[in-house]
């Protein structure tokens, strides 16, 4: 089974500034990388796939990188409705998913 | 617009079964795999089964092998979760996920969830 571990559990990022959130991997998954964010009471919302394709719909201010077993999620200009739970999850041998970042107003 | 409905989820005691059921619109649906994907009360999410477009192919996380069986009908555009000799640890919500025409995409549609409570 391969692993995803993200960091930090907590960010407290003011709104207006970035946010970076990171996820590793427990062996290479190449670019097979996704990224969702969930509200709570809300089914997960795919945001990034490829380490750094947006999904349909995706603001521009969400970008993901990396390759390998190091991804990346930044989001730029921090809005209110960005303050949620964001998940990695890699899909080269089945699925796993890290076990979340919480992204909380400063 | 691509909908996901799930239905089926109760209150289950203990080594009890539960059918649940996800019925999809506005896209080809033999044309996708489909998932279940699950999350405890309060806890990170964790894959349960995937089928493939035509049926032929399902893996199962291990957690749940040889307990639940996944199933389509493209004629009904359904997929269905059995779910027999439910434990306690398999109180969830279950949601019906999209993912690609091949095997092991991301997933980029999910439904609303379905709750499933096993308590004694």
């Known amino acids: 089974e391969i692993v995803m571990t993200q960091s930090p559990a907590t960010l407290s990022v003011s709104p207006g500034e970035r946010a970076t959130l990171s996820c590793r991997a427990s062996?290479?998954?190449?670019?097979?990388l996704a990224w969702y964010q969930q509200k709570p009471g809300q089914a997960p919302r795919l945001l990034i796939y490829g380490a750094s394709t947006r999904a349909t719909g995706i603001p521009a201010r969400f970008s993901g990188s990396g390759s390998g077993t190091e991804f990346t999620l930044t989001i730029n200009s921090l809005q209110s409705e960005d303050f949620a739970v964001y998940y990695c999850q890699q899909y080269n041998y089945y699925y796993t998913f890290g076990q979340g970042t919480k992204l909380e107003i400063k | 617009q691509v909908q996901l409905v799930e239905s089926g989820g109760d209150l289950v005691k203990p080594g009890g079964s539960l059918r649940l059921s996800c019925a999809a619109s506005g896209f080809t649906f033999s044309d996708y795999y489909i998932s279940w994907i699950r999350q405890a009360p309060g806890k990170g999410l964790e894959w349960v089964s995937y089928i493939s477009s035509s049926g032929s192919s399902i893996y199962y996380a291990d957690s749940v092998k040889g307990r639940f069986t996944i199933s389509r009908d493209n004629a009904k555009n359904s997929v269905h979760l059995q779910v027999n000799s439910l434990r306690v640890e398999d109180t969830a919500v279950y949601y019906c996920?999209?993912?690609?025409?091949?095997?092991?995409?991301?997933?980029?549609?999910w439904g609303q969830g379905a709750l499933v409570t096993v308590s004694s």
């Open positions: 996920t999209r993912g690609g025409r091949r095997s092991l995409t991301s997933f980029d549609y």
């Open positions: 062996q290479s998954v190449g670019s097979e």
